[in-house]
């Protein structure tokens, strides 16, 4: 059973940085697609950066473009988002996902079922 597990979750001021992670169970980590979603109160959850295997290209929610960057480290199985310039709306719970299947990710990473797998979420509270 595939096990994603998030951290680096808090509480920090607007314009802050944060540095969220997500370890990945499966030895064979390198043929995953990850993504991070986020969900805030009374919202849908939605998709803000993804990478394909190995840390190839990436796609951003326009949102967090300029500011949130996606990285994979294929030696510590794990994938980051460093987030920067965090501001109000930014704060939710933030989930890691991952699939192994090839689809057009191109247009469907946004998309929270197109991921098999999930983690349990680390909270981001960012106070203005």
């Known amino acids: 059973q595939v096990q994603l597990v998030e951290s680096g979750g808090g509480s920090v001021q607007a314009g802050g940085s944060l540095r969220l992670s997500c370890a990945l169970s499966?030895?064979?980590?390198?043929?995953?697609?990850m993504a991070w979603f986020r969900q805030a109160p009374g919202k849908e959850r939605e998709g803000v950066a993804f990478?394909?295997?190995?840390?190839?290209?990436?796609y951003y929610a326009d949102s967090v473009k300029g500011r949130f960057t996606i990285s994979q480290n294929n030696a510590k199985n794990t994938v980051a988002l460093q987030m920067n310039s965090l501001k109000p709306e930014d704060t939710a719970m933030y989930y890691c996902?991952?699939?192994?299947?090839?689809?057009?990710w191109g247009r469907g990473w946004r998309s929270k079922r197109e991921y098999n797998y999930w983690g349990r979420g680390t909270q981001v509270t960012v106070s203005s």
């Open positions: 996902a991952a699939d192994r299947t090839w689809k057009d």
């Open positions: 499966d030895y064979t980590y390198s043929t995953y697609y």
């Open positions: 990478i394909y295997p190995g840390g190839g290209n990436t």
